[in-house]
């Protein structure tokens, strides 16, 4: 049996879950942008922004990541009726 493949002294997680780890990141780095954006635009850069932009993106992750895992089925079948297949060789 071989070792696991290794990130960073951390094993790779195993590839059946890529399905979750895709949307995962994902939903963090969305959410972590566009909250921050808009607790900008509504706040502003005042003292009390990095409080109110961790709390948003808090609320936005836990909301964007569930969301991601049951929307993602058709997003992929609606790509699929506008996204050509590669070509056969």
Do not use: D, E, Q
């Amino acid at each position: 049996m071989t070792a696991p493949a290794r990130t960073s002294g951390f094993p790779k997680v195993p590839h059946r879950y890529h399905a979750v780890v895709m949307p995962f990141f994902l939903s963090i780095m969305m959410t972590f942008i566009i909250s921050g954006i808009s607790t900008l635009m509504g706040v502003g850069l005042t003292p009390a922004f990095p409080a109110k932009w961790l709390a948003a993106w808090g609320l936005s992750w836990v909301i964007a990541f569930p969301t991601l895992l049951m929307v993602l089925p058709l997003v992929r079948r609606l790509t699929a009726l506008v996204v050509a297949p590669p070509p056969s060789n």
